[in-house]
């Protein structure tokens, strides 16, 4: 997992604004407010098969797709079970994120992909310094989280 400092989110904001998925996230932030919230993200480039996150970890980062695609599994005693394919123009890390607990599903890189990570801290420093882009955002997250946890298949896949 690599990261840079130049943070262009027109590419991200593309990706959001054409997600197609029935749980992507569609025009949820004016482009004045993805460059207002460019400076407290940190972009992840991640190559096909690196871990993002595992099951159990602690941390309450949300990340925003930008490219490529992330299977979202656990494992149980007997095999490894997919729960979703999660791709651009969506969000990971929701679960964590609003219930500050622990990761229930692991998170890998399914294809070489770009995505945009937002940790708790930063997110506290935005909600400070632009409540309105901080309510926008957390909006955005609350409809991924309540658009999956209405279909039954991609409930659990919330992280």
């Known amino acids: 997992m690599s990261s840079s400092s130049h943070n262009d989110?027109?590419?991200?904001?593309?990706?959001m604004s054409s997600a197609v998925a029935v749980d992507g996230v569609?025009?949820?932030l004016t482009l004045e407010q993805w460059d207002l919230l460019a400076p407290y993200l940190v972009p992840v480039t991640l190559a096909a098969g690196e871990l993002l996150f595992a099951e159990g970890?602690?941390?309450r980062n949300l990340y925003f797709v930008e490219s490529g695609s992330l299977s979202v599994h656990y494992q149980d005693a007997k095999e490894r079970i997919?729960?979703?394919i999660v791709g651009p123009g969506s969000i990971l890390g929701e679960g964590a994120f609003f219930a500050h607990r622990a990761r229930h599903a692991t998170v890998q890189a399914a294809a070489p992909g770009r995505l945009w990570c937002l940790t708790?801290?930063?997110?506290?420093e935005l909600s400070n310094r632009q409540p309105?882009?901080?309510l926008a955002l957390v909006m955005a997250a609350g409809q991924v989280l309540a658009r999956r946890a209405v279909d039954s298949?991609?409930?659990?896949?919330s992280t």
């Open 9 to 15: 989110l027109r590419p991200l904001a593309q990706a």
């Open 26 to 28: 569609q025009n949820a």
């Open 57 to 59: 970890s602690l941390d």
């Open 82 to 84: 997919r729960l979703a």
């Open 120 to 124: 708790a801290m930063r997110f506290a």
């Open 132 to 134: 309105g882009v901080a």
């Open 153 to 157: 298949r991609r409930r659990v896949a």
